[in-house]
């Protein structure tokens, strides 16, 4: 099993940043992708950045890039979400997942974080 904790979440102005980070503890080894994804009220999950680890994969979403970098510290076994340039459509519910094999943009992920809210007030 893979336990994700999440944390970094908040409240910030429009044109802010926050980092969001998810620690992976139990079986590393089945966490070679790491994803965020992210879900506003009313609203389905959607996916936001992932990586992999063994190749540097990366890929993000159109409405992220070039604000968002997701990078990993492998030593920590822990993913960062680094989010600039915020806008209120970016305020919801942050979850960090990860599989074993592909990068996936779907939420096809085998283990899930508590997920941890962030806020942008215009």
């Known amino acids: 099993q893979v336990q994700l904790v999440e944390s970094g979440g908040g409240l910030v102005q429009a044109g802010g940043s926050l980092r969001l980070s998810c620690a992976a503890g139990g079986r590393t080894d089945r966490t070679d992708v790491m994803a965020w994804f992210r879900q506003a009220p009313g609203k389905e999950r959607e996916f936001v950045a992932a990586?992999?680890?063994?190749?540097?994969?990366?890929t993000y979403a159109n409405s992220v890039k070039d604000r968002f970098t997701i990078s990993r510290d492998i030593a920590k076994n822990t993913v960062y979400l680094q989010m600039n340039s915020l806008k209120p459509e970016d305020t919801a519910v942050y979850y960090c997942a990860a599989r074993w094999g592909s990068v996936q943009r779907t939420a096809n992920y085998d283990y899930w974080g508590q997920g941890t809210q962030v806020t942008v007030s215009s």
């Open positions: 990586n992999r680890w063994s190749d540097g994969v990366t």
